[in-house]
Nanobody
Framework: VQLQASGGGLVQAGGSLRLSCAAS????????MGWFRQAPGSEREFVAS????????YYADSVKGRFTISRDNAKNTVYLQMNSLEPEDTAVYYC????????????????WGQGTLVTVSS
């Protein structure tokens, strides 16, 4: 599966952005999906994940209550709604896909998108 992330940009602290990740192929609904991010000089870290059906989600503590992951299997797209953004959320955001159940580590994902930059100004 090929993934294309979009929706990043520059936003002020307290603002919102919605990221999208469009997937190719006819088996999108069988993949668990995740969002990760990588700030300059830091390792890539888990943000959120969603099961293939969309029935289960999981979030990093740092974004819980502010970010929401969702998916539309009819459109082969997963979303990350980000509210109450903070400067610490500044990073390149990556979407990823995996065969199997929900997961939270980079090594568990088989496919990666190219990343979209989110910059939050104070």
């Amino acid at each position: 599966v090929q993934l294309q992330a979009s929706g990043g940009g520059l936003v002020q602290a307290g603002g919102s952005l919605r990221l999208s990740c469009a997937a190719s192929g006819r088996t999108f609904s069988t993949y668990g999906m995740g969002w990760f991010r990588q700030a300059p000089g830091s390792e890539r870290e888990f943000v959120a994940s969603i099961s293939a059906s969309g029935g289960r989600t999981y979030y990093a503590d740092s974004v819980k209550g502010r970010f929401t992951i969702s998916r539309d299997n009819a459109k082969n797209t997963v979303y990350l709604q980000m509210n109450s953004l903070e400067p610490e959320d500044t990073a390149v955001y990556y979407c990823a896909a995996r065969r199997g159940t929900i997961a939270t580590t980079t090594g568990e994902y088989n496919f990666w998108g190219q990343g979209t930059l989110v910059t939050v100004s104070s």
